[in-house]
T-cell receptor, first 112, second 113 residues
Framework: QKEVEQDPGPLSVPEGAIVSLNCTYS??????FMWYRQYSRKGPELLMY????GNKEDGRFTAQVDKSSKYISLFIRDSQPSDSATYLC????????????FGRGTQLTVWP | GAVVSQHPSRVICKSGTSVKIECRSL??????MFWYRQFPKKSLMLMAT?????????EQGVEKDKFLINHASLTLSTLTVTSAHPEDSSFYIC?????????FGSGTRLTVV
């Protein structure tokens, strides 16, 4: 079993839709959770960074972490064509700069 | 925010030659840098972790003699792909640990012909 599972999609939605992206994980030691956006042929860009369980909101983006279920989500409200990208979840155990464990990424297309 | 500059963005080389990829942290000191490889439609595969002034730690299955990593200063880490072969063609990305987490370079598309 992979440490982090993420449905690769592709996911295609109309502009304005609410998008839900999810990851599950198996390692209960993970405490720090991140969502990255990656445009084609570019490096990942950090969207959200959360610690432990709970919700975090930043503009149109909301990150949720449910450690009891080992499940994290990213919601995008009022999706825009510019949100079309691959979204990668990532997580790590300790607070030091240890390695990140990534999901496969979900390819999202928002059509006008 | 933190910025990591990675060069070149794209390189084509002949089989058997070596290629060097640079990763610089522009406005912060990065004691730890990570090198990843990414295949099309796949996630990032961690190749190695480099700490300034010490030898890199390679992940299992990564040939340390083929992928030479040097982290000689707090702002620069380099990955050299030695004696490159077509199977080394891939997208290579560096990441630096910064005060707010991890910042990634823009990646290098390596094509070995």
């Amino acid at each position: 079993q992979k440490e982090v599972e993420q449905d690769p999609g592709p996911l295609s939605v109309p502009e304005g839709a609410i998008v839900s992206l999810n990851c599950t994980y198996s390692n209960s030691a993970f405490q720090y959770f991140m969502w990255y956006r990656q445009y084609s042929r570019k490096g990942p860009e950090l969207l959200m960074y959360t610690y432990s369980s709970g919700n975090k909101e930043d503009g149109r983006f909301t990150a949720q972490v449910d450690k009891s279920s080992k499940y994290i989500s990213l919601f995008i409200r009022d999706s825009q064509p510019s949100d079309s990208a691959t979204y990668l979840c990532a997580m790590k155990a300790g607070s030091t700069l240890g390695r990140l464990y990534f999901g496969r990424g979900t390819q999202l297309t928002v059509w006008p | 925010g933190a910025v990591v500059s990675q060069h070149p963005s794209r390189v084509i080389c002949k089989s058997g030659t070596s290629v060097k990829i640079e990763c610089r942290s522009l406005d912060f000191q990065a004691t730890t840098m990570f090198w990843y490889r990414q295949f099309p439609k796949k996630s990032l595969m961690l190749m190695a972790t480099s700490n300034e002034g010490s030898k890199a730690t390679y992940e299992q299955g990564v040939e340390k003699d083929k992928f030479l990593i040097n982290h000689a200063s707090l702002t620069l880490s380099t990955l050299t792909v030695t004696s490159a072969h077509p199977e080394d063609s891939s997208f290579y990305i560096c990441s630096a640990g910064d005060p707010d987490g991890y910042t990634f370079g823009s990646g290098t598309r390596l094509t070995v012909v």
